[in-house]
């Protein structure tokens, strides 16, 4: 199974990947929007852990242009925010 993980902090990154590929799982890579939506393009992926709070573009763009090219790819999404709005928009992309 390959796993597209997207988080711009490094130490998280590190622990998400490290406790992936413990589970023989395979994973890419990508610290910001932009990479994460052109991997998640032109990438097979059977999975997408998703931050919202990324630079250049930010997680929910990234999953609205997705779904909007028609990736349909389980997305689990990763964020410390807390407002129900985020929350819901996130549910709804």
Not at 7 to 32: C, T
Not at 34 to 51: C, H, R
């Amino acid at each position: 199974m390959r796993i597209l993980v997207v988080e711009d902090e490094p130490r998280i990154a590190a622990d998400v990947r490290a406790g992936l590929e413990a589970a023989n799982y395979a994973v890419d890579m990508a610290r910001d929007g932009d990479a994460a939506w052109f991997k998640g393009e032109t990438e097979d992926y059977d999975a997408i852990v998703l931050d919202l709070g990324l630079p250049r573009l930010d997680g929910l763009s990234v999953l609205k242009r997705l779904r909007g090219a028609g990736i349909t790819t389980p997305v689990l999404i990763l964020t410390a925010r807390d407002g129900w709005r985020e929350k819901v928009e996130g549910i709804d992309a």
